[in-house]
């Protein structure tokens, strides 16, 4: 029977376990194990709302109280966990302390890579934290020439708050062409315009040589010998799953944890959640993992479910979704850009619409400004929709707009 449940990473994955938990009608103990001294917050908003917006937004899910009190959740903040024992069921703790466990859900996210040597430089930031929105919001604020390392969708928006604020701002990306792992190389450089028509200086097939300053970074020297001033540098070269704690523990690590459909790790109690986990989609048949907020949410949920009444458990499967603000435009995603062919069905102004072909069927779809039509997409991926119906869908989608 399980007590006690713990739930390592007090993110939004570790938040909605809790939360499903209570709501399962579990009254046994829970504790939630977080890095971070903040109380769970939203992180989608840190690279959006928080920087562009004149006061920053509360991006706190709950308060205290809440946590506390409602959901008589202990709350160990501040506080990493060092090292997992799966025969014993113990988490250690980094001040020496141990908490046994009956059901765990793991949901310690993913961690920022960072340029190796720039430790020691002010002025150079990822954006993963709360800590680290402030601090580039201060910097923008104080008017600083910003280079973003990493064409990705984080430093799209950062390179969006910066025009936002008239500030200079160059982008640099060592591939050939942005996102072309997110959305594939003809909607990477589709979107690429954005930045190029919004005044920001965008540099493709670029490697970084290395960072200069006296104590604060002062230029970035580019593999060529370009060098370019800046007071402030973002790194947004992507995120490796927070799993190094786990060493020894004999979870199956491979790109995060590896888990079944019903997020289980395959070790007694033990299930997994959000950016870390590692897990087979029943509805793409194969593994993915996937650093996006809605099956965060969704995977935190379905985790405690599971490891609460694992005789019941049930297989998570979602059609992965992401969204991203850039100059005043939205950009969505539904479904998988691994395609046989990609088709622009709308390509007018600061509208856009392209659907994935996967064999006969619609595997995912890009839009720019489509968010009435983003969701009917994720459906028809879900219903397994023939390619020749989901085209005439989007066509007719199209069409009604333009004689409207």
């Known amino acids: 029977m399980t007590h006690r449940l713990v739930v390592v990473g007090a993110s939004l994955a570790g938040l909605r376990a809790v939360e499903a938990a209570r709501k399962s009608g579990f009254d046994g103990q829970i504790t939630l194990v977080g890095s971070e001294e903040h109380l769970p917050y939203d992180r989608p908003p840190l690279s959006k709302a928080y920087l562009d917006d004149a006061e920053p937004p509360t991006v706190e899910f709950r308060d205290e109280v809440t946590l506390r009190g409602e959901l008589a959740v202990e709350l160990e903040l501040g506080i990493a966990a060092t090292g997992l024992d799966t025969d014993s069921r113990v988490i250690a703790l980094a001040d020496g302390r141990e908490l046994t466990y009956d059901a765990l859900v793991i949901a310690t996210g993913a961690t920022a890579r960072r340029l190796p040597g720039t430790d020691s430089l002010v002025g150079v930031h990822a954006l ?219 390509d007018r102004g600061d509208r856009l619409t392209a659907l994935y072909r996967a064999g006969d069927r619609l595997s995912g779809a890009l839009t720019l400004n489509g968010q009435a039509d983003i969701m009917k997409f994720s459906g028809l991926i879900t219903k397994r929709t023939e390619w020749g119906d989901a085209v005439r869908f989007a066509e007719s989608r199209c069409s009604a707009r333009a004689t409207a």
Not at 144 to 157: H, M, N, Q
Not at 239 to 262: F, H, K, M, Q, Y
């Open 128 to 346: 993963r934290t709360l800590d680290d929105a402030a601090q580039i919001r201060a910097a923008l604020n104080a008017g600083a020439r910003t280079v973003v390392i990493g064409a990705g969708f984080i430093g799209s928006e950062i390179a969006s708050g910066a025009r936002k604020r008239g500030l200079p701002v160059t982008v640099i990306e060592a591939l050939p062409t942005p996102l072309i792992r997110a959305v594939g190389e003809e909607m990477g450089s589709r979107l690429a315009r954005l930045h190029v028509e919004n005044g920001t200086e965008l540099r493709c097939g670029a490697g970084v040589e290395r960072l200069e300053g006296n104590g604060r970074v002062e230029l970035v020297v580019l593999s060529d010998g370009t060098k370019i001033r800046a007071d402030l540098v973002v790194v947004g070269i992507g995120a490796v799953p927070a799993t190094d704690w786990l060493r020894g523990s004999g979870l199956r690590i491979d790109n995060g944890i590896v888990c079944d459909e019903n997020l289980w790790t395959g070790t007694p109690g033990v299930y997994a959640a959000g950016d870390v986990a590692n897990w087979h989609n029943p509805l793409f048949g194969r593994r993915m993992r996937l650093e996006h907020w809605t099956s965060a949410a969704q995977q935190g949920a379905s985790a405690a479910r599971n490891a609460l009444n694992p005789d019941a458990a049930k297989p998570y499967s979602t059609v992965p979704y992401f969204w991203s603000d850039w100059y005043g435009s939205r950009i969505q995603f539904v479904g998988s850009p691994d395609a046989d062919e990609i088709v622009t069905i709308e």
